[in-house]
């Protein structure tokens, strides 16, 4: 199957995510079609794993399973492209930084390529590959276990690795933000992992668009007080607002189109 998917499809994940469950009935209001070509978008998305199909309607994921990586890797693409490239002109030539795991810093680490001289330590091996190709990177790779389905590399090994290290920039993802200023994800490894380069970076930068707000995941990371910068693609509910104000978490948003 093709997994590239049209921006009423990326709508209705996002919805639901943020809803938990939505009728058929309601979505084909919502979007003004039809309710059977809301049935084959929703066939088009449990096939990708992004969603699961109820009688009479669909519900969000597992809090414990995060969606399948090949469909996370289509999702937000385009706000992706401008949140990345927002990350990446914050990041000075001859910079020192940390990468972690996730689609959207897999797009920031493509977004750095233009850049001289910098120091990266990640655990992200799709990163590492990527960033190898600029002779003027010095680029360490952490040991640990490698997870087949998207390459990335946690265990206590790897938080070693991590905690030998103090650099300029953290470079985080995130799978769900509660409106609160709670940040949470799937993976408790790949979380401690995430914890480390909190504490050994001068400033962290979030990349999370739009659609992680409001999304379920089991394992708490953190908080905004936790974040320098929130980059995203579109201004957050308004409770979230002043959360970020007493975290004194700056918030950038990506507009415009990405280089």
């Given at each position: 199957?093709?997994?590239?998917?049209?921006?009423?499809?990326?709508?209705?994940?996002?919805?639901?995510?943020?809803?938990?469950?939505?009728?058929?009935?309601?979505?084909?209001?919502?979007?003004?079609?039809?309710?059977?070509?809301?049935?084959?978008?929703?066939?088009?998305?449990?096939?990708?794993?992004?969603?699961?199909?109820?009688?009479?309607?669909?519900?969000?994921?597992?809090?414990?399973?995060?969606?399948?990586?090949?469909?996370r890797?289509?999702?937000?693409?385009?706000e992706?492209?401008?949140?990345?490239?927002?990350?990446a002109?914050?990041?000075?030539?001859?910079?020192?930084?940390?990468?972690?795991?996730?689609?959207?810093?897999?797009?920031?680490g493509?977004?750095?390529?233009?850049?001289?001289?910098?120091?990266?330590?990640?655990?992200?091996?799709?990163?590492?590959?990527?960033?190898?190709?600029?002779?003027?990177?010095?680029?360490?790779?952490?040991?640990?276990?490698?997870?087949?389905?998207?390459?990335?590399?946690?265990?206590?090994?790897?938080?070693?690795?991590?905690?030998?290290?103090?650099?300029?920039?953290?470079?985080?993802g995130?799978?769900?933000?509660?409106?609160?200023?709670?940040?949470?994800?799937?993976?408790?490894?790949?979380?401690?992992?995430?914890?480390?380069?909190?504490?050994?970076?001068?400033?962290?930068?979030?990349?999370?668009?739009?659609?992680?707000?409001?999304?379920?995941?089991?394992?708490?990371?953190?908080?905004?007080?936790?974040?320098?910068?929130?980059?995203?693609?579109?201004?957050?509910?308004?409770?979230?607002?002043?959360?970020?104000?007493?975290?004194?978490?700056?918030?950038?948003?990506?507009?415009?189109?990405?280089?």
């Open positions: 199957m093709d997994p590239r998917l049209n921006r009423r499809q990326e709508e209705l994940v996002a919805i639901v995510q943020r809803e938990g469950f939505a009728a058929v009935d309601e979505l084909a209001a919502h979007f003004d079609v039809a309710p059977q070509t809301i049935r084959r978008d929703l066939n088009v998305l449990a096939d990708c794993g992004l969603l699961r199909r109820y009688h009479g309607g669909v519900g969000a994921p597992s809090s414990v399973e995060n969606v399948a990586y090949a469909a890797q289509v999702l937000q693409q385009v992706k492209q401008r949140i990345a490239a927002s990350i002109s914050q990041i000075p030539d001859g910079a020192s930084l940390f990468i972690n795991l996730g689609t959207t810093n897999e797009v920031v493509r977004a750095l390529l233009e850049h001289r001289g910098l120091r990266v330590i990640t655990n992200n091996l799709n990163i590492a590959i990527l960033l190898s190709d600029n002779p003027t990177f010095e680029v360490i790779v952490a040991g640990g276990v490698v997870r087949g389905r998207d390459h990335g590399v946690t265990g206590e090994a790897t938080i070693e690795l991590v905690r030998q290290f103090k650099v300029d920039y953290g470079i985080i995130i799978s769900g933000i509660e409106l609160d200023g709670t940040l949470l994800d799937f993976d408790f490894h790949e979380v401690r992992v995430a914890q480390a380069i909190i504490e050994h970076s001068r400033q962290v930068f979030l990349g999370a668009d739009h659609s992680k707000i409001g999304r379920n995941a089991m394992v708490r990371l953190g908080d905004f007080s936790h974040v320098d910068a929130w980059f995203t693609d579109r201004q957050p509910p308004d409770a979230l607002l002043p959360v970020l104000e007493a975290a004194g978490t700056q918030l950038h948003i990506a507009g415009g189109d990405p280089e």
